[in-house]
């Protein structure tokens, strides 16, 4: 039987194994599929345990998505492009790393929510892997443009960069939120909520009416973006479980050359979550 994993920092509730076991169900393919904690500092030490017991693969979340990233031999250009993996596979003796989350979010965004992301202006919160992973796939959807903001600015600063499209993706602090105007679609890539679900504070003034706001994250850890858009009356409150089944589908497809079926799973953890 094919072992897979997901690895985090603090992966006891991921809905992962879930969503794969899913997947394997639907297409006839076997495979075990576990959680695995592990830090920053224990990553390298994990996965070689991991290849040892005979995993081939695994999918990757904070806070180890950049040091992932560094950990493999080779990898994809959109990984490359975000400077963080969030899918792991294991080829002829060393990792080879993806990035799903991008390409995960803006199939969730178009596909199920039938929204159109050409020629907008967007507002993306946080510069971390999860930020580095849907940025690039933002810019290549079409948007106007992408205005990054990180409460560490250096941060958003370094993501504009890596980006390399200055005329598209503009860095700005957390305190400049209130001088930015209105878009027409903010993205939460932070993870402020798992701390505090009251913390997220923004201006009123960055939403309208016709703004979709989305958290990439689901559960208790999305409640306090998504209650701030709500309160700003946007005209769409999305939470993060369309892009997990979505990146999800993209791995086990990296993984066994065959795309599942997302709707199914979706509506069974939109059900439950």
Sequence with gaps: MQKFAIFGGSV???RS???HAAFAKQTGIELDYVRIDATPETFAQTLQEFVADGGLGGNVTIPLKETAFALCATTSGRAQYAGAVNTLAWRDGAWFGDNTDGIGLVRDLTERHGLDLRDRRVLLL?????ARGVAPALLDAGVAEMFVVNRTPERA??????????????????EQLGELGEFDLIVNTTAIGRSDTHAMQLPFSLATNRTAAVDINYGDVAIAFLSWARAADVRDAIDGVGMLVEQAAESFQLWHGVRPDTDAVHAQLRKEI
């Design 157 to 174: 600063d370094a993501l504009c960069d890596l980006l390399g499209e200055p005329a598209r993706a503009h860095s700005r602090y957390w």
């Design 17 to 19: 194994p879930q969503i």
């Design 126 to 130: 946080g510069a971390g892997g999860a």
């Design 12 to 14: 006891a509730h991921s």
